[in-house]
């Protein structure tokens, strides 16, 4: 039986269904970490936000003997007292912390399976960022084999294969792909929190794709470590699945405030921009109050709302095919997420194999949105067009264009497309008055659509000057070019 479906598409971006032993968990999906020794949230309560899973540390109870021996006895969920699915860690990330751990890959995996986990992670080796190739290729390889190996030990417990390889795509890749071959149930992307907690989102981009191209499509992907809703967009319009929040309660301790558009510190707040039940029956000072009091619980409540309610957001964009729009607006709440987008979008050949064709309109915002994967997908449709006679392309409409064999309207930041197509996708698109890169790559469309049709003769009305109209005035089959004065 496969575990995972998906319902939605829009760009690389999916709503999907996953099957484990405590339900069917609808993704993108947040689980909040939770700490077996110490609860700010006691894990009944998470439902309530939205919580259909969530993560919790197995190497932490194995070494607690007390928490180890109810696990054992009773399991993972009646520990917890959580009646949904849980996903386990092995201890890898304390292994990246402390360099060593006091427990086998096989070990810690036969724990998870003996305790119940719904979802179970192998002891990978988290390469951080900057280590030679031949460390994470080295490391990498280890992780494959330890995977290959917990595969003969998980039984009914779902499996996550965690694909590392540092900052080397050519090792990420490889990585995915060889766990895809070996076959787990979700494919954790690791190593990336050093990556978070810098600010380096680029980075972050292209370990998610070089993961991603390595991996089936259909595949369940989750970004280990990743928990502020700010970037949550941004990965789920790359195909991350799952994530998991402790930034929920790190924050909280840190008297810092979740939001989707970044965080506030809550001694700068004199409003709750928010109206969550937290910050509907506290005001800002008596949110302080209770900070300052040691009481970081309505704090973190009050993330876990702003988390949640980013998720159901990107969902509903991934129904409506707008969630590229919101990873647009959410990239420049920070300059760093903002070279984060522009990674994204020259990833934009690959996004362009994953996103649907159909959707509703097309919102320009911004330059990036020159290479989003519509807009590739237009230029290259555009170019297939045969013409021939006499072909008049124009930004509006002109006296006497009925004596053109053709016309064809010029929109930035597609290019020329026969006027039957201005009310279809993504022709229809809502475009302010278009930048410097919209109009260049619209230019550069028409003048590819004019070198492949020699025996069409082109008029040219653009209302705007660029360097690209004289490249466009030099073409021999071009007969008129005007721009303004
Ligand atoms: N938590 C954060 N990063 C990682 C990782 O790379 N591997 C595992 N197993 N857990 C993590
Ligand atoms: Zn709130």
């Known amino acids: 039986m496969t575990h995972f479906e998906i319902t939605h598409k829009d760009s690389a971006g999916r709503i999907g269904r996953l099957y484990t032993g405590h339900g069917r968990i609808e993704t993108p999906a947040v689980m909040p970490v939770i700490n077996p020794n110490i609860q700010m949230i006691p894990a009944s309560e998470l439902a309530t936000f939205g919580a259909e899973i969530i993560i919790t540390n197995a190497y932490i109870i194995y070494q607690n003997p007390e928490l180890k021996s109810h696990a054992v006895t009773k399991g993972v969920h009646s520990l917890l007292d959580f009646d949904g699915a849980i996903m386990t860690d092995s201890g890898s990330y304390q292994l990246s912390v402390y360099h060593d751990i006091d427990a086998?890959?096989?070990?810690?995996?036969?724990?998870?399976?003996?305790?119940?986990?719904d979802i179970g992670v192998p002891l990978d080796i988290p390469t951080p960022p900057d280590a030679s190739h031949e460390q994470a290729e080295s490391e990498m390889r280890r992780t494959v084999r330890r995977c290959n190996e917990a595969h003969e030990l998980a039984g009914q417990m779902l499996l996550a294969g965690t694909v590392q390889g540092s900052n080397?795509?050519?090792?990420?890749?490889?990585?995915?792909?060889?766990?895809?071959?070996?076959?787990?149930?979700?494919?954790?992307?690791?190593?990336?929190?050093p990556l978070l907690v810098n600010y380096r989102f680029a980075e972050v981009v292209d370990a998610i794709v070089a993961s991603k191209k390595g991996l089936p499509p259909s595949a369940p992907v989750h970004l280990f470590g990743a928990g502020h809703p700010v970037m949550f967009a941004l990965a789920v319009a790359l195909g991350c699945d799952l994530f998991d929040s402790a930034a929920y309660a790190l924050y909280a301790r840190d008297g810092r405030y979740l939001t989707s558009e970044?965080?506030?510190?809550?001694?700068?707040?004199?409003?709750?921009?928010?109206?969550?039940?937290?910050?509907?029956?506290?005001?800002?000072?008596?949110?302080?109050?209770?900070?300052?009091?040691?009481?970081?619980?309505?704090?973190?409540?009050?993330?876990?709302?702003?988390?949640?309610?980013?998720?159901?957001?990107i969902k509903q964009c991934i129904v409506e095919g707008n969630l590229w729009e919101l990873v647009e607006r959410r990239c420049r709440a920070h300059p760093r997420l903002l070279d984060g987008l522009k990674r994204a979008v020259s990833h934009a050949d690959w996004i362009e194999t994953l996103d649907p064709v159909q959707k509703s309109t097309f919102f320009y915002c911004g330059s990036e949105s020159s290479y989003r994967a519509e807009v590739l997908r237009a230029?290259?449709?555009?170019?297939?067009?045969?013409?021939?006679?006499?072909?008049?392309?124009?930004?509006?409409?002109?006296?006497?264009?009925?004596?053109?064999?053709?016309?064809?309207?010029?929109?930035?930041?597609?290019?020329?497309?026969?006027?039957?197509?201005?009310?279809?996708?993504?022709?229809?698109?809502?475009?302010?008055?278009?930048?410097?890169?919209?109009?260049?790559?619209?230019?550069?469309?028409?003048?590819?659509?004019?070198?492949?049709?020699?025996?069409?003769?082109?008029?040219?009305?653009?209302?705007?000057?660029?360097?690209?109209?004289?490249?466009?005035?030099?073409?021999?089959?071009?007969?008129?070019?005007?721009?303004?004065?």
């Open 104 to 117: 086998t890959s096989d070990e810690i995996v036969r724990f998870q399976q003996t305790i119940g986990s």
């Open 168 to 193: 080397y795509p050519d090792l990420r890749y490889e990585c995915a792909h060889n766990l895809s071959m070996i076959g787990f149930d979700v494919y954790p992307i690791g190593a990336v929190v």
């Open 262 to 313: 970044g965080t506030y510190h809550l001694a700068d707040l004199q409003y709750l921009p928010c109206s969550c039940p937290v910050c509907t029956s506290y005001t800002a000072d008596e949110l302080k109050d209770e900070f300052a009091g040691g009481n970081y619980i309505p704090l973190a409540k009050h993330n876990l709302y702003a988390t949640f309610t980013e998720i159901r957001l």
């Open 379 to 485: 230029r290259e449709r555009l170019c297939r067009f045969d013409l021939y006679g006499t072909v008049l392309v124009r930004t509006r409409t002109i006296p006497g264009e009925d004596r053109f064999d053709h016309v064809l309207n010029l929109k930035p930041p597609f290019g020329a497309y026969p006027v039957e197509l201005s009310e279809t996708y993504p022709f229809n698109a809502e475009v302010s008055e278009p930048d410097y890169d919209a109009i260049g790559e619209a230019l550069r469309n028409t003048l590819r659509l004019i070198e492949l049709n020699l025996d069409a003769s082109f008029t040219v009305v653009c209302e705007w000057d660029h360097p690209l109209i004289a490249g466009i005035r030099d073409c021999p089959n071009v007969e008129e070019v005007s721009v303004p004065a």
